[in-house]
């Protein structure tokens, strides 16, 4: 599959690393290396990032908080990620702009497709943060918004296994994996990929998704460089 532009999801908890709060600096360089890395094949990257390594708007349903104020605080945590995501790449020379769905002053630049492509044209790495800037939408729907908004040829999700399996591989040794299938098969088989918002979106604006072990040192620029890697979801 030949990549002119991908939008990366990378998930908050897996900054974290071992610690599962905050930041492991290890799990972030190596990131950073990879993406640094992976942007040299001239493939335009764009990321969004989750922010449950710091807070999840789900955790204020459950504790009865208002579910609106508990998502404004995740959209705020992935701000967070950003620019710690941001500070890395630059330890690694490679050029990055931070985006933020919503105004946070000199923080962030504000979110608008314009600016996201002017950054991508001039090499540099766009860091997509505070999800869609709206309550009750994960940042896998933002990440689908955008892949559609951007007319990215793929939206690649980087997890910690490598590709899509019939059943949980960390937790059962005979899991099957996929190596392709549509999203209709993935639908009927009822398999978590990603929540049926952005599975949606991603399907009727034929988007693939490319779930892959982002934890392979490597992988994300092989992948951009054309080899097969992980599983893809298409139409």
């Given at each position: 599959?030949n990549?002119q532009?991908?939008l990366?999801?990378?998930s ?7 610690n599962?709060?905050?930041f492991?600096?290890q ?9 640094a890395?992976?942007?040299t ?7 969004v990032i989750?922010?449950g ?6 955790q204020?349903?459950q504790t009865?908080?208002w ?5 404004q605080?995740?959209?705020?945590a992935?701000?967070?990620?950003g620019l710690a995501l941001?500070?890395?790449?630059e330890k690694e020379?490679?050029a990055?702009?931070v985006f933020?769905?919503?105004p ?5 630049t ?7 492509e002017e950054a991508?044209?001039q090499q540099k790495v766009a860091?997509l943060?505070a ?5 009750f ?10 892949a559609?908004?951007?007319?990215c040829d793929?939206l690649?999700?980087?997890?910690r296994v490598?590709?899509?399996y019939?059943c949980?591989p960390?937790?059962n040794?005979d899991?099957q ?7 209709e ?8 990929i990603?929540d049926?918002?952005?599975f949606t979106?991603?399907?009727?604006n ?7 072990n982002?934890?392979?040192?490597g992988a994300?620029?092989r ?13």
């Amino acid at each position: 599959m030949n990549f002119q532009r991908v939008l990366l999801k990378l998930s908050g908890e897996a900054l974290a690393g071992a610690n599962g709060f905050g930041f492991d600096a290890q799990v972030m360089s190596e990131y950073a290396k990879s993406i640094a890395d992976a942007a040299t094949t001239g493939t335009q990257i764009a990321i969004v990032i989750g922010g449950g390594n710091i807070y999840r708007g789900e955790q204020g349903a459950q504790t009865g908080k208002w579910r609106v104020k508990g998502d404004q605080m995740g959209m705020l945590a992935t701000v967070i990620n950003g620019l710690a995501l941001a500070e890395t790449f630059e330890k690694e020379h490679c050029a990055t702009q931070v985006f933020s769905a919503f105004p946070t002053g000199p923080v962030a630049t504000p979110y608008s497709v314009e600016g996201v492509e002017e950054a991508l044209t001039q090499q540099k790495v766009a860091i997509l943060t505070a999800g869609t800037g709206n309550p009750f939408f994960t940042t896998d729907s933002a990440a689908a918004l955008r892949a559609t908004e951007l007319h990215c040829d793929a939206l690649l999700k980087g997890t910690r296994v490598d590709g899509v399996y019939d059943c949980d591989p960390e937790k059962n040794a005979d899991a099957q994996k996929y190596e392709t299938l549509t999203f209709e098969q993935a639908y009927e088989k009822r398999l978590r990929i990603m929540d049926l918002t952005a599975f949606t979106l991603c399907r009727e604006n034929n988007i693939p998704i490319v779930v892959f072990n982002m934890n392979r040192i490597g992988a994300l620029g092989r992948l951009l460089r054309g080899e097969t890697i992980g599983s893809t979801v298409q139409n």
